[in-house]
């Protein structure tokens, strides 16, 4: 859930760094819990500084944890930036 939605903004040549991070934890998770969805979002994406949330949920919907971050933009000396495109749907192996 940290991995958050300022990675999915990001120009080529620039990487971020997160000075404040808040994990909010509301249930367990158990094998029990089933599949799972986590969702990140960018909130606020500026030229020095962004903003992003996250929160992980069961399929019903129920909240398990929230997240917010505040992240610092950085310029790197390079044509390009590590970014993939992935998608973060997990469910939890039974064996």
Do not use: W
């Not at 404040?20 to 249930?27: A, H």
């Amino acid at each position: 859930m940290t991995r958050s939605g300022t990675t999915e903004v990001a120009e080529v040549g620039q990487a971020h760094t997160t000075p404040q991070i808040k994990v909010n934890y509301l249930r367990g998770v158990t094998r029990e819990t089933g599949p799972m969805r986590a969702v990140g979002r960018a909130i606020h994406f500026g030229r020095r500084t962004a903003m992003a949330e996250g929160s992980l949920s069961d399929v019903s919907g129920k909240l398990f944890a929230q997240a917010s971050t505040t992240c610092l933009i950085l310029d790197v000396p390079c044509s390009v930036s590590p970014r993939a495109e992935v998608d973060h749907a997990y469910e939890i192996d039974d064996e």
